[in-house]
């Protein structure tokens, strides 16, 4: 039992300390914890994950205090990567560190603050969250006095690493040979990409309920939704509309998970994995739902599409998110002397490396690094004349 974890428990292809490719700078073994411990434990420490809290999943933050952010996803993601892991004998340190690590580099205003930085950086290389997710955990994180970043093991970087480009993967070595080679990631890494798709798929029908741009009778048009409805209704049918609501998703919830489990134990059982790499090997997934739930996940997942995340409401935040990551991007490439003097200092160090690409990208760290409501004050100091005290200034 290496550092209190019991290996009986785990089966042979999940991943483990003996198995594992070890980090990018060498240490000593931690003590009374495991590698994939030692990882998340650096992760929950780290300021990029504080940041998450006040960071936009669909609603921006101060909209209300009971929608989601980044920092309350990232938590579900986990409880769910967790029950999964469990009963599929992986790791689930690793399942656990990949859920609260996988959102780290998204920018301020959810995808509408993606796009609009992608948009912003199309001459510089581009913006995706999935890499500066990485970037955050190789590089931006400063804490520690004999390497930068967190010094993730091989296993949670992988996982973080959701999607790539073949351009991308090239420069990154060991890491981006999977995208290149058409091979999968660890089993732990397949897990958290389901669970965080279950997760934002249930807790966005929650707080688009909450928050009024959909409705019951709306969701009944999808199966998954409807089914649930029909068996809280009929044991309980003088439920209030609050607990109806949270019924019906913990049922769609559980039902998604049990189905996730059951047809990835048959998948693995038709197959004689002895070594966690015997999992990317595959030319697809392990871990993935039957067919009749995938077509049941497809369709919720385009009446959200259609009916949530295209709303009225929604699509105004979209306008203000870009507006402001835009203007700030262009203001900052303008004149980099307006930057925090650690930011400026970060995007000279980085000009010296890449010339104007590497201006641009400093800029991206600082605006992906920022909460929603530090960039509105941010972009409030840069351009509102009403704000042109010297304190008002200050950061």
């Known amino acids: ?87 599929l004998a992986l790791h689930e340190d690793l399942a656990e560190t990949i859920a609260i690590a996988h959102d780290l580099g998204h920018a301020p205003f959810g995808h509408a603050g993606q796009d609009a930085l992608n948009q912003c950086m199309k001459n510089f290389g581009g913006f995706e969250h999935n890499l500066q997710s990485l970037r955050v955990v190789d590089e931006l994180e400063e804490k520690y006095a004999e390497f930068p970043g967190l010094n993730l093991t091989f296993e949670a970087r992988e996982g973080i690493l959701k999607h790539c480009s073949a351009k991308d993967a090239k420069e990154l070595g060991e890491l981006g040979a999977r995208f290149l080679e058409k091979n999968q990631p660890s089993l732990e890494a397949q897990t958290c990409d389901h669970a965080d798709e279950i997760a934002y798929n249930n807790h966005d029908i929650d707080d688009g309920l909450r928050y009024g741009l959909i409705t019951m009778e709306q969701l009944l048009e999808t199966q998954l939704f409807r089914e649930q409805y029909d068996t809280v209704h009929a044991l309980y049918p003088k439920l209030n509309p609050r607990r109806q609501i949270h019924e019906i998703i913990r049922r769609m919830i559980n039902r998604m998970v049990v189905d996730l489990i059951e047809t990835s134990k048959s998948n693995i059982a038709a197959l004689d994995l002895k070594h966690p790499d015997d999992a990317r090997k595959h030319d697809q997934y392990l871990i993935h739902f039957s067919d009749d739930m995938q077509q049941q996940n497809l369709e919720l997942k385009r009446f959200l599409r259609k009916n949530l995340y295209r709303h009225y409401r929604v699509h105004r935040m979209t306008i203000k998110a870009e507006k402001v990551i835009s203007e700030l991007f262009d203001a900052f490439m303008n004149d980099i002397n307006i930057l925090p003097p650690e930011s400026r200092q970060h995007c000279d160090e980085l000009k010296q490396k890449l010339g104007d690409t590497g201006i641009a990208r400093g800029i991206a760290d600082y605006i992906a690094g920022m909460t929603d409501r530090y960039a509105i004050v941010e972009y409030e100091r840069i351009f509102n004349p009403r704000q042109l005290s010297f304190a008002n200034l200050l950061p």
């Open 1 to 87: 039992m290496p550092n209190g974890y019991d290996l009986k428990n785990l089966a042979p292809y999940a991943s483990t300390e003996s198995t594992s490719r070890g980090r990018l700078y060498a240490e000593p073994s931690p003590v009374h914890r495991n590698q994939y411990q030692r990882d998340r434990d650096r992760i929950i420490h780290s300021a990029a994950f504080r940041r998450l809290e006040y960071k936009t999943q669909v609603f921006v933050n101060h909209e209300g205090d009971l929608f989601r952010t980044r920092l309350t996803h990232s938590l579900e993601v986990s409880q769910i990567a967790r029950s999964i892991a469990r009963e």
